[in-house]
């Protein structure tokens, strides 16, 4: 007869922790320089870029709500301090990707793009009771576009000129995080962070006349920062099988120490001869100031229902801008970029029941929405809004040694726009997979 036993105090399981540690962080960055960029956006040619959904497959099908959501066989990054109830016989591994499909439409023309990239790869286990741990890599902004526009020159002339834009890169964050349960029903958690990538933009000016002197700008910027997230969870009992869950989180605004560059090429197209003008701005760039909440109640493990609110104080960030002063260019910071940005989202989760042999019984069924106000100022209007809508399934992996590993999938639609300026529509699928391993066990044969 073969039986498996507990495993918690043992140099076995401290070797598969060690392992599994270097597989992941040998994956993970496998998964970095492999990655393509997550957009096709035009938007992302503005701040750091378009900020990425940090959340893993289960998330996502509830639109990203996760402050207060608190399971065990789950990585709930969002709130690290959810990390402190994760089953102490088990390592957890998640790993996912996307793919999506973006229609563009401005002035009555459409053009549609898509593309796929690989999201995150992270891992948790409990390291001592009440104590649990996770770490991982995740992606915090994405840059890519191409596009360019055509104008005449002047009303009568026939000569035309051609902007083309263009824009790649983005920044990743690889973590540890520990969540402790310093007594029941209150938990705590920080995510440490180190922060990093670079982006390159550029505007390039050509005319149709040959004759005519072009002017072209190219920016760059390179980060090596770090990032500091915290979070707390207080667990409500409501009844024998109920509860309720609140979450707050605070992730701290700074100084990213990165030196920004702009460089500007004025080139005469008779003599062919350029000039390049190289600014740079000392600690151009920062990260905004982050508060969560929300809540999730939890009726008997089976129906999870909640809502999420976030604030990210980017009113208090500026960004440099390219300009001339007295005849002369400048790169300064530019205070009025950005505005706050606020979002709520709502979803939730239902299993008709966990414990159920029935193959149907124990499919999750995920759904979720949210509104995000505009952050961004364009030309000195407001960038767009962001409305979402999710619907996703959690779909059980059984065999005779696994049945707690998950298929996690969903599809999201997202729509961004304003008034008077490019509107987007993404529909895209996400796909994870959850790994619930019981690696904490020995076997015995009798």
């Not at 995150?120 to 890599?137: E, P, W």
């Not at 460089?263 to 920062?286: F, M, P």
Request: aromatic share 12%.
């Amino acid at each position: 007869m073969i039986r498996h036993t507990a495993l918690c105090h043992n140099g076995t399981a401290i070797g598969n922790m060690k392992k599994s540690f270097y597989i992941l962080a040998a994956l993970a960055f496998s998964l970095d320089m492999a990655a393509q960029s997550g957009t096709n956006s035009p938007y992302s040619q503005y701040g750091l870029g378009v900020q990425a959904d940090q959340t893993n497959g289960f998330n996502r099908g509830m639109n990203g709500l996760g402050y207060g959501y608190r399971a065990g066989n789950q990585l709930n990054n969002k709130n690290p301090a959810s990390y402190s109830a994760m089953d102490s016989l088990t390592f957890i591994f998640d790993v996912g990707m996307s793919g999506q499909i973006t229609n563009f439409e401005e002035n009555g023309k459409r053009l549609n793009a898509n593309n796929a990239n690989f999201e995150y790869a992270v891992a948790g286990f409990r390291a001592f009771k009440h104590l649990g741990m996770s770490f991982g890599i995740l992606p915090f902004s994405n840059v890519g576009y191409s596009y360019s526009s055509t104008n005449q020159v002047g009303d009568v002339n026939s000569t035309t000129y051609t902007n083309t834009y263009n824009g790649s890169g983005g920044l990743h964050q690889v973590f540890l995080g520990m969540g402790w349960e310093p007594f029941k029903g209150f938990s705590v958690g920080v995510n440490g962070s180190y922060l990093w990538g670079n982006y390159e933009r550029s505007i390039v000016n050509s005319y149709s006349d040959g004759y005519v002197n072009t002017l072209s700008k190219y920016y760059f910027a390179d980060v090596n920062s770090y990032k500091v997230d915290f979070g707390a969870q207080v667990a409500i009992p409501l009844s024998k099988k109920n509860s309720l869950t609140i979450g707050v989180t605070y992730g701290l605004g700074h100084n990213l120490n990165a030196d920004p560059e702009c460089r500007v090429i004025s080139r005469n197209s008779q003599t062919e001869v350029s000039d390049t003008a190289k600014l740079v701005l000392k600690d151009g760039l920062k990260l905004p100031t982050t508060i969560g909440a929300g809540m999730m109640l939890n009726l008997g493990n089976r129906l999870r229902v909640g809502a999420d609110y976030s604030l990210q104080k980017w009113a208090d960030v500026g960004f440099p801008e390219y300009g001339v002063v007295n005849n002369a260019p400048s790169y300064v910071l530019k205070e009025d970029y950005f505005d706050d940005r606020h979002q709520i989202t709502l979803g939730g989760e239902f299993c008709a029941n966990p414990q159920s042999r029935k193959f149907l019984d124990r499919v999750r069924y995920r759904v979720g929405a949210s509104y995000a106000t505009p952050y961004l100022n364009i030309n000195g209007k407001d960038g767009p809004k962001e409305i979402s809508l999710s619907a996703g399934f959690g779909i059980p992996l059984m065999n005779v040694w696994n049945n707690r590993s998950v298929l996690n999938v969903s599809g999201q639609w997202v729509r961004t726009a304003a008034p008077g300026l490019l509107k987007e529509n993404t529909f895209r699928i996400n796909v994870g997979i959850t790994f619930n391993e019981r690696w904490f066990m020995k076997w015995k044969v009798e």
